[in-house]
């Protein structure tokens, strides 16, 4: 694999639509940027009341291209998501061809069950993919940086590392969310979620004093080479 193929992000939902939901506007920002973004959904999020796996797979697809990133989905099982070692080797290989610069994984407490084990097998999988002596396709390689999104079903609040000023690309992830028709605008009881999305965004960028944010949380120090860099 040559170097132009290597990634500067890799972004893990359990479900098409998860990484949307935390960081599409963050995705959006990076890929304008001329970054290379990849999206990897474990599962392919069926069955939901609305949706099929035909109709999540070109909202997803859609969504992706909408954000300017490439989108993989994986064979995991939808609502039976669990942190296994063939779950960790399916993502680790996902990682060791495309060699991120940065990882971003679902923030591990949540009361979704895939979202907790999402965010195991994301960890572990960053793990694994240094392995040698294995069976795994494509070269050892270890992700420099890791990072946690929030995009959880529990109503809490944490204190993030960092929020990204997303005020230049917060309606592209509107747009995005608005491509999985099946999920929230078919289902009633999901309307309100990009309202919701808008509105977190403000309140995010307003703690930030910034007009909309995205936040993140940083399993590592993250090093600065100049305090300047902030500003």
Known sequence: MSEATF????????????????????IAGMTRAGKKVAIVDLTNGEPTPY???????????????ILGASRT???????????TVEARFELAEVLREFRPRMLFMPYPSDAHP??????QIALAAR??????????????????????????HQRIVAEPSFVVDVS?????????????ESQFLSNEKNAGIIPMMEATAHMWGSLANVEAG??????????????SDIL
């Open 7 to 26: 990634y500067d992000a890799v972004c893990v939902g359990a479900h098409p639509d998860d990484v949307e939901i935390g960081m599409g506007a963050t």
């Open 51 to 65: 949706g099929s796996p035909e109709t999540r797979a070109k909202e997803s697809a859609s969504a992706a291209g």
């Open 73 to 83: 989905t994986l064979t995991q099982p939808n609502r039976f998501l669990f942190d």
């Open 114 to 119: 895939d979202h907790v084990a999402a965010a």
């Open 127 to 152: 793990f694994y993919g240094k392995l040698t002596k294995t069976e795994m396709a494509h070269q050892p390689f270890y992700v420099p940086r890791v990072f946690r999104y929030m995009a959880v």
């Open 168 to 180: 230049l690309d917060l309606q592209t992830k509107l747009t995005a969310l608005a491509a999985y």
């Open 214 to 227: 995205e936040p993140f949380f940083a399993l590592e120090p993250v090093a600065l080479s100049s305090p």
